[in-house]
């Protein structure tokens, strides 16, 4: 059993950044993929980002590649999601899960954190 949880959402203006947290307790598996996913309002969840255990290895959906950057820190076990050059329809709740392969899917992902709302402002 893997406890996931976000923090580091708010509301900033358009062109700011903030900094999402994963934390996770019970100790990710290694070789578990990290991903952020995102549900704006009105619309299904959506794929953001993920990373590899050993933080080699991350990909980005298109709509935030070049703005968003995700890390991992091995000593706190948690997952970064760095959001820079904000817009308003990045508004969106933000939510981090775990998965033991490589994965944009939202119902592959095994366990999930309760997501942190982000808010955009123009």
């Known amino acids: 059993q893997v406890h996931l949880v976000e923090s580091g959402g708010g509301l900033v203006r358009a062109g700011g950044s903030l900094r999402l947290s994963c934390a996770a307790s019970g100790r990710t598996p290694s070789n578990w993929v990290t991903g952020w996913f995102r549900q704006r309002p009105g619309k299904e969840r959506e794929f953001v980002a993920f990373?590899?255990?050993?933080?080699?290895?991350?990909y980005y959906s298109d709509g935030v590649k070049g703005r968003f950057t995700i890390a991992r820190d091995h000593s706190e076990d948690t997952v970064y999601l760095q959001l820079d050059s904000l817009i308003p329809e990045d508004t969106a709740v933000y939510s981090c899960?775990?998965?033991?392969?490589?994965?944009?899917?939202?119902?592959?992902?095994?366990?999930w954190g309760q997501g942190t709302q982000v808010t955009v402002s123009s």
């Open positions: 899960a775990v998965v033991p392969h490589y994965s944009t899917t939202p119902t592959e992902y095994r366990y």
């Open positions: 990373i590899n255990w050993s933080g080699t290895s991350t």
